[in-house]
T-cell receptor, first 117, second 107 residues
Framework: NAGVMQNPRHLVRRRGQEARLRCSPM?????VYWYRQLPEEGLKFMVY????????ESGMPKERFSAEFPKEGPSILRIQQVVRGDSAAYFC???????????????FGPGTRLTVL | KNEVEQSPQNLTAQEGEFITINCSYS?????LHWLQQHPGGGIVSLFM???GKKKHGRLIATINIQEKHSSLHITASHPRDSAVYIC?????????FGTGTRLQVFP
């Protein structure tokens, strides 16, 4: 049973370009979370999605960032017109359920390291 | 003040020493996670706790809900334990993270 997959693992973009980060949750998981780790800082929540729905996007910057989790295919975190301050590691996690109980344990992907030149 | 505080921020130890990392939080939680992040950055979930104590190999995690405090213990530490250890609490459906404890174990 494959774990959470993220690709690409490393992404280099020039200022102004678009970055697309993909996350395939563990088999059977329908809840996806995106987190960002800025250099020398802790992890911060960005967005929580279920299939075709954004549940909580309170951690997403208001501009240039968007996320989706379509009925088929991976979850996508999209950053338009990237700036140097977007350089970070972006982690995706997935869970089977939300709420209480063991089913809500989040499993992390290996991350995508975005570098903006 | 951060909602999740870890101490110490940095920790060095000699191989074989007993290690304790502490985590205090100020928000309501449904569960607490201990995570490990190695150089190169992948994150591994070590424990998820909502009460009491859990043990896995040389690792022990405890939580006191009333005091809003958790500890991660490593017995008989080894250089391969060198990593950043992160405490994260589950608040609603998202995780709130501490800033991590950087552990270096020397042979």
């Amino acid at each position: 049973n494959a774990g959470v997959m993220q690709n690409p693992r490393h992404l280099v973009r020039r200022r102004g370009q678009e970055a697309r980060l993909r996350c395939s949750p563990m088999k059977g998981h329908s809840h996806v979370y995106w987190y960002r780790q800025l250099p020398e800082e802790g992890l911060k929540f960005m967005v929580y999605l279920q299939k075709e729905n954004i549940i909580d996007e309170s951690g997403m910057p208001k501009e240039r960032f968007s996320a989706e989790f379509p009925k088929e295919g991976p979850s996508i975190l999209r950053i338009q017109q990237v700036v140097r301050g977007d350089s970070a590691a972006y982690f995706c996690a997935s869970s089977w359920t939300s709420g209480g109980g063991r089913g809500n344990e989040q499993f992390f992907g290996p991350g995508t390291r975005l570098t903006v030149l | 003040k951060n909602e999740v505080e870890q101490s110490p921020q940095n920790l060095t130890a000699q191989e074989g020493e007993f290690i304790t990392i502490n985590c205090s939080y100020s928000v309501g939680i449904s569960a607490l996670h201990w995570l490990q992040q190695h150089p190169g950055g992948g994150i591994v979930s070590l424990f998820m706790l909502s009460s009491g104590k859990k043990k896995h190999g040389r690792l022990i995690a405890t939580i006191n809900i009333q005091e809003k405090h958790s500890s991660l213990h490593i017995t008989a530490s080894h250089p391969r334990d060198s990593a950043v250890y992160i405490c994260a609490v589950r608040n609603t459906d998202k995780l709130i993270f501490g800033t991590g404890t950087r552990l270096q174990v020397f042979p």
